[in-house]
């Protein structure tokens, strides 16, 4: 049943496994809100192949993943997320629904060719279909508008990111572009 489902994941084919990563770029707003800190990190992502899933007409295949980080010489975890990454394959959509136990969760999608080894996703708050939703506390002082990534598969065996979570923090006028990047590689 695996080999099926991954034969159908499309693009997301190659994300299949877990992977780690430890030379991660994070850019953060600095606890007085208006500089930025640079986190070096290391990260685990083990994504497995699950699916398919019927919606009546609409059939999509996935990955359900789950991502720790953990800064350069510290033993405690300062990030994770879980969620999925989908493919419908009829409408060419790759997409990742992420939860991030701060309280936001994003539906990131986009339009992808099936054989890509190149792609970018994003969701918009306000955005019913591919958006972000918060709660309270984030929406007024650490508002997520935006989020992009893109994804770049070096073979069956390493994968980059490049993530851009744009934020409007209450006291600054301009937009902070929390960015995150990381190359990982297959350990499993």
């Not at 809100?33 to 070096?40: F, Q, T, V, Y």
């Not at 099936?114 to 958006?131: I, M, Q």
Request: glycine residues 8%; charged residues 30%; aromatic residues 10%.
């Amino acid at each position: 049943m695996t080999e099926e489902i991954i034969k159908n994941l499309g693009p997301l084919a190659p994300l299949a496994g877990t992977w780690e990563g430890d030379k991660g770029d994070d850019i953060a707003p600095d606890d007085d809100k208006k500089s930025e800190e640079n986190n070096k990190f290391r990260e685990q992502m083990i994504l497995e192949p699950m699916g398919p899933v019927r919606n009546h007409e609409q059939t999509l295949y996935g990955l359900r993943y789950s991502l720790t980080a953990w800064r350069i010489g510290e033993a405690d975890a300062f990030h994770e997320d879980r969620g999925y990454y989908l493919w419908d394959p009829d409408n060419k959509q790759a997409m990742r629904c992420t939860i991030v136990p701060r309280g936001v969760s994003i539906i990131a999608g986009g339009t992808v060719e099936p054989n890509a080894k190149e792609f970018s996703l994003a969701a918009e708050v306000g955005s019913e279909t591919y958006g972000i939703c918060s709660n309270k506390f984030l929406d007024q002082e650490f508002k997520t508008v935006r989020f992009e990534m893109k994804i770049t598969i070096h073979g069956n065996d390493s994968f980059s990111y490049d993530q851009d979570t744009q934020i409007k923090i209450k006291e600054n006028p301009d937009l902070f572009h929390h960015t995150d990047k990381n190359t990982l590689n297959r350990v499993g």
